[in-house]
C-alpha cells in the first residue's frame, strides 16, 4: 500500500512493499516477458485507514477477484520473508506446498509454511481478497524490531531499509 501512518516516511509501511512488488515485476519484465497469465501488481491508497483502496478494488473488480490464480501480499517491514500461511482457504496447503517445492533450496529452507490457519484478520490488503475467497497470500518477514520501533511511529524512516532483503523478496516473488 502506498499510504503510511501519520508523521512518517511510511518506509517500513510499506513502502518496502512496493519497492518489493516493483522489482518483481522488474524481473518478470526480463526473465519472462510472454507470460502464459496476466501478471498485475496492485498499489492501494487507504491501508491504514481501514484497508479501503483494496477493498473498493475487489469490489468493483469481482471478474478480477474470481480469475486470481494467486496473490501475494508483503506488508510487515524491511526483512527477508520467511513464511506463509493458508489464510483459510480451501486447498490452500495444496497450492502452497506446490508453489515452495518448486523454489530452488536455499529459498525452500528460508520459508515457512504454517498451514492452513485463521482467515486474513483484515490487518493488511490481502485480506479484502481473501474475503471473497481469492487465493491472496500474506508473506510475513523477519521482524528487524518492526513490531515495536519503527511500525506506526515516526521512526519508520527510509534508513531502516534493509535493501538485499527486500532484493531476495523480489526474486521470490517473481517466481
Not at 492452513?116 to 508473506?139: E, I, K, M, R
Amino acid at each position: 500500500h502506498f499510504d503510511s501512518w501519520d508523521g512518517s516516511q511510511g518506509a517500513t509501511d510499506n513502502g518496502t512493499g512496493t519497492i518489493t512488488m516493483m522489482e518483481a515485476m522488474r524481473i518478470l519484465k526480463l526473465a519472462y516477458p510472454n507470460p502464459k497469465r496476466t501478471i498485475m501488481v496492485g498499489h492501494w491508497p487507504g491501508e491504514e485507514q481501514g484497508l479501503n483502496g483494496s477493498h473498493a478494488y475487489a469490489y468493483d473488480h469481482p471478474e478480477i477477484v474470481r480469475a486470481i490464480q494467486a496473490g501475494f501480499n508483503q506488508d510487515n517491514g524491511t526483512g527477508r520473508i520467511q513464511s506463509t500461511s493458508g489464510v483459510g482457504l480451501p486447498n490452500a496447503g495444496e497450492h502452497m506446498q506446490q508453489w515452495l517445492s518448486k523454489l530452488p533450496s536455499e529459498l525452500q529452507s528460508q520459508i515457512r509454511y504454517n498451514g492452513v490457519g485463521a482467515p486474513a484478520t483484515g490487518g493488511t490488503d490481502n485480506a479484502s481478497f481473501n474475503c471473497y475467497g481469492a487465493p491472496v497470500f500474506g508473506l510475513s518477514s523477519l521482524g528487524w524490531d518492526y513490531g515495536t520501533y519503527t511500525h506506526h511511529t515516526n521512526r519508520d524512516s527510509f534508513d531502516k531499509i534493509v535493501f538485499d532483503d527486500l532484493k531476495g523478496n523480489a526474486t521470490i516473488i517473481a517466481m
